[in-house]
């Protein structure tokens, strides 16, 4: 990066970081700088909830059969099970679809957050049927940066890739990862199951080379969450064999879209029903009933049901639910989550075509590039579009404190602009705006034990309370887990009336 583009970096991030502590319009940076915007969730009453605030809990203003705390795609999936009947959603949010939330720059659709899933299961098929989903197959795998060499196709699992030929170091070293794909073809991965989980993945890695280890824990954070030390050994190698053997689908602006299908299959009546704004505080329940007391417009309401949907993360879900068995208390606390933050690079024109994900070996501000585009247009197209980059940048839980700091994040987003134009020469004059989207527990983590151990209790029917969310099946966060576990939910709740 030359000594002109390095100042204008200067002028921006100082620049929106005085914008979002200050109420200065973004206009008034300079013409040459990216505008700049931050995205949130809103967190304030799940903060004083975990602080032990007292919350007041009011009398009922109104009853229904069945409340679904949470509008991400498990909540959203619960709304559409139980559309033509009683219910009210309640999401914290202004938006709805939680992580699975998509926007546009000019007209150009990216992801803040789920980017792909795939049909692995044929319950994920008749999902993918009953919403309508009109997405396109991604082609081609992932590409890694290895000291610099752009290796394409790099992970499909297989011995015999030829792009692992290209890998930019000794045949012993490219050797020793046609070895680990040897070496996982045969694992029985259902019957050593619960040993697999009790293991870290990077426990598995030793005796290959340190490149391939530097590559899972590149892939972990964006995916599960976690890198190779703190990975389930079972997800590890479920994913390193099988994953990129099932075709992976999505929309210009990722899965978000998913979320946005499923609210368009919903009635007017059953939108209408759809409160935003809505922060739950206490859930607890009263007889044969569960009042459910929740944050409006900044005032205490309280609503009266014969049933609940818990469609929220366990994080928040063990502070909200009174009177939890200390042993599904206990393992809810015990899940983990990493700080996703996720940047959008807008350019006036297109500057990266080498493939889906990428991901550049030792990044020091980010994990991973997507160009929202790439369904639309893979290596093809006008090469003088407008252009959007999704850069993955998940963060350790020690970091969440940081991004919370608005001046903190700013300065994250210009170190990761910074290194991401430096990796795609010439593009930097062309970065027009960065949208920055922040989330404090995002990403379930699939750590050792997460998936044998304690999802099974964290899901625990708790009549008439009934859990879901993404967090409560399946090795990894996943849209499709997540919306069975609503659907799910959502019947035992019916049938409990």
């Not at 929740?294 to 929220?312: L, N, Y």
Request: with cysteine; proline share 6%.
């Amino acid at each position: 990066m030359d000594d002109i583009s390095r100042r204008s970096f200067i002028r921006w991030v100082l620049g929106a970081g005085a914008a979002l502590a200050c109420p200065f319009p973004l206009g008034a940076l300079e013409p040459e700088s990216p505008k700049t915007s931050l995205r949130s969730e809103e967190f304030a009453v799940c903060h004083a909830v975990r602080d032990g605030d007292v919350m007041p809990v009011s009398a009922p203003d109104r009853s229904c059969d069945v409340v679904i705390v949470g509008g991400g795609p498990s909540g959203l999936a619960a709304a559409d099970e139980l559309k033509g009947t009683d219910f009210y959603l309640l999401e914290k949010d202004a938006q709805l679809g939680g992580n699975c939330f998509s926007e546009a720059w000019e007209g150009l659709g990216y992801s803040t957050a789920a980017a792909w899933d795939s049909i692995s299961d044929p319950e994920f098929a008749a999902l993918a049927k009953r919403w309508k989903f009109d997405w396109k197959q991604i082609q081609g795998e992932d590409t890694a940066v290895y000291d610099g060499v752009w290796v394409r196709d790099f992970w499909n699992g297989r011995a015999d890739n030829p792009a692992l030929d290209k890998l930019p170091y000794s045949k012993s070293i490219r050797d020793g990862f046609r070895a680990f794909a040897r070496d996982i073809e045969d694992v029985d991965l259902a019957k050593d199951l619960q040993r697999l989980d009790s293991l870290t993945f990077a426990s598995l890695l030793k005796g290959y080379p340190t490149e391939l280890k530097a590559f899972w824990d590149a892939f972990g954070p964006s995916n599960w969450g976690a890198r190779t030390e703190e990975t389930s050994g079972y997800v590890g190698l479920s994913v390193a064999r099988d994953w990129f053997r099932t075709p992976r689908f999505t929309w210009e602006g990722g899965i978000g879209i998913a979320s946005q299908r499923v609210l368009d299959a919903l009635p007017p009546s059953a939108k209408a029903r759809l409160l935003t704004r809505a922060s739950a505080y206490k859930v607890a329940r009263r007889g044969k009933k569960v009042w459910v007391s929740f944050f409006q417009d900044g005032k205490p309401r309280t609503i009266e049901a014969r049933s609940v949907v818990m469609a929220t993360p366990k994080f928040i879900t063990k502070h909200l639910v009174a009177g939890l068995p200390d042993d599904q208390r206990d393992a809810m606390a015990a899940m983990r989550y990493a700080p996703f933050v996720v940047y959008n690079l807008c350019f006036d024109r297109m500057v990266h075509n080498k493939g889906y994900d990428t991901y550049p070996i030792g990044a020091k501000n980010f994990m991973d590039i997507i160009p929202a585009d790439w369904v639309t247009h893979a290596e093809g197209g006008d090469p003088g579009r407008k252009q959007v980059l999704t850069v993955y940048a998940p963060q350790t839980e020690a970091s969440r404190s940081d991004i919370l700091d608005d001046e903190t994040m700013m300065k994250m987003a210009h170190a990761a602009a910074e290194e991401v134009t430096a990796l795609l020469p010439g593009s930097v004059e062309h970065l027009r705006e960065v949208r920055i989207s922040r989330r404090g527990h995002a990403m379930p983590m699939s750590v050792p034990g997460n998936y044998t151990k304690l999802q099974p209790l964290v899901r625990r029917d708790l009549p008439p309370i009934y859990f879901a969310h993404c967090d409560s099946q399946g090795e990894i966060s996943d849209f499709f887990y997540g919306a069975l576990t609503g659907i799910a939910a959502a019947q035992k709740a019916v049938k409990h009336l």
